[in-house]
């Protein structure tokens, strides 16, 4: 165990290196930070020559990259060009993201599994049918439509919700937000769950059990569910990434400010170490996900050993 | 075990034995006289055939592929139904609900909604296709040559992917395309196919690496083919389903991304018709006029729906394992 994942650290490192190489490349190659800082106006030469030696940008980018990860593993992400360190924008963007994000993994959790497990034992049947049919029309709308509907629908027509998050984004607030997060991944748990159940409805234990005589809920709870919920966990864990990422839209609509409005705004406006350093904290989040998962099968499944 | 048995096998299997034996040999590939429907077959059904036979009678597959059959034509003419012009615009008529000749009313900007969600179909179809065609194409070479040659070659292509796939696909396209100023469709249709080749890579390296270990394909080695031939004429059409079910599925989820980064601001750009930009547009202004809003939307979401729904039937016709 140790073992590996010693050397799945190992394996991380060149792709940390080269994600963040393609987004620092993306940022720093494609773009020109420095007149963006300018806005409309042509910077003064000398001003702009002065500026793009401040912040290492004459070097050759390989050289700015290296400064710039030696900086970041100091604990300095640079400061946006309004003069805020990018440590503080972020101290006030992930929080609230985080929360964001577990809103909505909670609900696809429980949304996802109750419907999959549902459909899974009544294969074929109306139930089945209809909670196909839910998830197949929830995958086809994109978030900012279903976003955008729901905000009209519960928090201006009706007025159930507040259609705004406030500047601190109490949980409360963000149930709307979180469903709205949620909707496509549960699309895809309930149909993990569904599939997962349905199998090994059929296995062996399954039948011991009954033949044992075990009450119903017991043999689903205890010895069906279990055995299905591990590819369940899988799409759950390598989601965390993809939410906090895709946020970005939903956040947009409901106006919270996380990272993917930090994120947004930077990359409106040209603000290269807001965009490398929010994304860099990204891509080691997706990470991380990652290799918790790879672990988490190893506990949920004893058949798997990791030498 | 038990629980992988596809249903057909079990209602045709004359015993559990027999539907076991079926069961592990085949995954996409059908034993000779035991295709569905129990009737005898004369000669042995090819895996594509043996799809079509399943397709033709799937509700599922007839609709959807009439509809994407619909929205082909009309991306390809939309002046078959839509007569107007998507561009002309009469402010006197600014967020007007529908009219006689204009059945879905008009935008801010006084332009006809129908007509521009006519119009909307011929971008998103082609990034769609586009991307698909592209994607397919570099993810199956890569992968497959990954899963063919093994090695070194594996590794660095497996370690490229990752990379790849630990960038936010939303956020690398807002980054990558807020610097194009180019209105037309291809900078999208690059951006998708450089962060997508890596799912097909995926499942194109694992059908070929599963496919040369089959026994016909050792026999073709013994026998002298060369690398080429055999991945050519043995591994390759063994292994292009699971790729062909992917992409279909990926299709949808394409042009959902493009209307989602046309949405930010980053995919599309006017002039272009594109319901992503409309639906953006839109969004200011749900309140007073949610059809400007509704109608694209749903335009949108009836094609996304469409292919993935193609790719459901067509994998549960190439592999009805995974039903």
């Known amino acids: ?307 | 075990m038990p629980d992988h048995v596809p249903d057909e096998a079990i209602t045709h299997g004359d015993g559990g034995a027999a539907a076991l034996a079926i069961g592990a040999a085949e995954s996409l590939e059908r034993t000779p006289g035991t295709g569905p429907g129990g009737a005898p077959t004369g000669r042995a059904r090819s895996l594509w055939r043996d799809a079509w036979h399943d397709l033709r009678r799937n509700p599922v597959f007839v609709v959807s592929a009439l509809i994407i059959l619909f929205l082909v034509v009309i991306a390809i003419r939309p002046q078959l139904i839509a007569d107007g012009n998507p561009y002309r615009a009469d402010l006197a008529k600014a967020q007007a609900g529908p009219e006689p000749g204009h059945p879905f009313g008009f935008d801010t900007q006084g332009r006809d909604v129908y007509t521009r969600v006519v119009y909307g179909a011929r971008a998103s179809i082609t990034v769609g296709v586009c991307a698909t065609a592209g994607v397919a194409l570099l993810g199956s070479l890569l992968g497959g040559l990954a899963g063919f040659f093994g090695g070194w070659w594996d590794t660095l292509l497996s370690r490229l992917a990752d990379i790849f796939f630990g960038i936010p696909v939303i956020l690398g396209g807002l980054v990558f395309l807020s610097v194009v100023t180019s209105s037309t469709v291809w900078p999208v249709i690059g951006f998708i196919v450089l962060l997508g080749w890596p799912q097909i890579a995926r499942i194109a390296r694992g059908a070929v690496f599963t496919a040369k270990q089959n026994d016909y394909v050792q026999a073709a080695r013994a026998l002298g083919a060369g690398n080429g031939r055999m991945l050519l004429r043995h591994i390759a059409p063994n292994a292009v389903a699971p790729v062909i079910v992917v992409a279909t599925i990926a299709l949808g989820t394409y042009i959902s991304l493009e209307a989602t980064l046309s949405y930010l601001g980053a995919g599309l750009k006017p002039p272009t018709v594109s319901w992503g930009i409309d639906i953006s547009a839109a969004s200011t202004s749900i309140r007073n006029a949610p059809h400007m809003l509704l109608w694209p939307a749903g335009a949108l979401s009836v094609t996304v729906l469409a292919f993935i729904m193609l790719g459901d039937a067509v994998r549960d016709a190439l592999d009805p394992k995974l039903r």
């Open chain 1, 1 to 307: 165990m140790g073992r590996y994942v010693i050397r799945r650290l190992l394996q991380m490192v060149p792709v940390f290196i080269g994600s963040t190489f393609l987004i620092f490349f993306m940022v720093y190659a494609l773009g020109d930070p420095v007149a963006a800082m300018f806005g409309d106006r042509a910077p003064d030469p000398a001003t702009a020559a002065q500026i793009r030696a401040d912040l290492y940008l004459d070097q050759p980018l390989w050289k700015q990259y290296l400064h710039y990860m030696g900086q970041i593993f100091q604990g300095n992400f640079g400061t946006a060009f309004n003069g805020q360190p990018v440590t503080e924008l972020m101290a006030a963007a992930f929080p609230v993201t985080l929360r964001l994000t577990l809103v909505a993994i909670l609900i696809e959790m429980i949304a996802g599994i109750l419907l999959g497990v549902f459909s899974g034992l009544r294969r074929g049947r109306a139930v089945d049918t209809s909670v196909l049919v839910f998830t197949l029309v929830v995958v086809s709308v994109p978030t900012f439509v279903s976003g955008y509907v729901l905000q009209f629908l519960l928090g201006v027509k009706w007025g159930w919700v507040k259609p705004a998050v406030s500047i601190d984004a109490p949980l409360g607030e963000l149930l709307l937000p979180g469903v709205v997060l949620a909707l496509v991944s549960l699309a895809y748990v309930t149909r993990l769950t569904r599939t997962s159940i349905a199998e090994n409805a059929r296995a062996d234990y399954v039948r011991t059990a009954i033949a044992k005589g075990l009450p119903r809920h017991r043999v689903i709870t205890r010895h069906l569910l279990r055995n299905s919920l591990i590819p369940v966990v899988t799409f759950i864990g390598t989601d965390i990434g993809a939410l906090m990422g895709g946020a970005i839209v939903t956040e947009r609509i409901f106006n919270i400010h996380g990272v993917g409005f930090q994120l947004y705004q930077g990359i409106l406006r040209q603000n290269s170490p807001t965009v490398v350093g929010f994304v860099t904290i990204l891509v080691l989040v997706f990470l991380f996900a990652n290799l918790i998962v790879d672990l988490l099968y190893a506990v949920l499944d004893p058949r798997i050993r990791y030498a």
